[in-house]
Each structure stands twice: as structure tokens, then as C-alpha cells.
């Protein structure tokens, strides 16, 4: 930052140093300062409009929401083949509540291949919050059949199919992520149920039993980090 600086104290006009100091203090973290020059480059330049994404990126850093949105709205009108921008604002859509506009971003997102996972169960799972169970199960579908071992898509379709009653359709994909991801608990949560429902007692108790000592384990690891984050804060405040 400081060796950036100084070469534009020197040459302002050096646009080059200018995007490797708005960069660089992205990855710093300093989304203000980052956003000063993002403004400088997009006005400057004739293809200012390139940095409208790093400018959604320091507004949200940043805390500015509405700011972000806004700045990314403007990289997806200055390159509608912009699969990032599409995804983030799918992404800041959700967290402010416009569901509709959400699924209809992750929808397009999913022509994009870097995207095209997340966006697909992501979207699956605001439609199923709002009933659209179908269309949810559909996608979530051809997501696991890009990915058979997609988690949150499996996750997604083997809750859809046991809430629906589906229960022995459903118990494959729980199975799946006990294989997957055997420290999380909450599979054998659903397991538990599974095959209570199937009758399979002794299996149901298993996973039933699993399930509460990862919970507990999941439970300590909090309490334990939480402890240790004390700790540090007050060690910090020993070295003041």
C-alpha cells in the first residue's frame, strides 16, 4: 500500500498502480479507502464501469448493503455475462428479504458454472420456504445430478422427501452424508427418525444416540471457543 502511494504522489495519471492499491486494500480489509480510488478508476477510465464489481464487493465489506446492491446491479447492466455479480446480488437479495428477486438472480446464475451448484440449491431452498416444493425438489435434483455428493443439495432433498412423507425415498440421502460427513450431527438426527419410521428400532436408537453426542460435543466446541475468544480479549487488554 505504502510502495502504491507513493508512486501515484509521483504519477497520479498511473492508472495501473491505482487498481493495484484499490486491490490491495481490499484484501487489507480497508473497504473506505478501497472505494475512494475504486470511484477514481470508474470515472477515470473508459472502461470505468469494469471496477463496478470491486465497488460492490468494499460497499459490502464496508456495511453498506443498499450501496452494494446498487454497485453490483451496475456490473450486471455493464456485463450481463457477469455470473459474480448475478450471484452476490442473488446473494444480498436474500439477506434483505426479496425472496422473489433472490431465486430469480440464483436462477440465472445457474448458467454460469462457477455458480451453478450453490445457486441451484440455494434457490431450492427459498422455493421450498415458500411452498413451492415441486419446482424445489426438481432442482435440487439436477443439482445432485452434476454432484451426486453435493451436501446441501442432499441435505435439502432428503428433508423435501421426509417432511412430504416420503420417507423411504428420503433415507438415501441422509445415508449418503453420514458417508460424507460423519461428525455432523444433524444427519443422524433425520436417520434416527428415518428409521424409526421404518421400524428399524435398533438402528433408530444408534443414530439417535449419535446424534446427542454430537450435539453435545458440537455444544462443548462452542462453549470452548467462546472461552478462548474471553481469554484473548483479555490478553489483549493485559498487553495495552
Known sequence: IAADRAVL??????????????????RAELPDEAIAELVLLRDGLEDGTRFYGMLGDARLMAGDVRGAIEDYEAAESASPDSGRAVFHLARLYESTGFINEAIDCYQRSR??????QESGWRAAALLADRGAVDQAETLLRAVLAENADNRPALMGLGRLLAIA??????????????????????TYFFLSKLYFRQQREVEAEKAFNSYQLGKRRAEMKESVEED???????????TQ
Open 9 to 26: 504522489q509521483a504519477d497520479p495519471a498511473n492508472q495501473v498502480v491505482r487498481e493495484s492499491l484499490a486491490a490491495t486494500l481490499l
Open 111 to 116: 448458467v454460469h458454472e462457477q455458480w451453478r
Open 165 to 186: 412423507e416420503r420417507y423411504a425415498a428420503a433415507l438415501p440421502y441422509f445415508e449418503r452424508l453420514q458417508v460424507l460427513d460423519p461428525d455432523d450431527y444433524r
Open 228 to 238: 478462548l475468544e474471553g481469554v484473548l480479549r483479555q490478553f489483549g487488554e493485559w
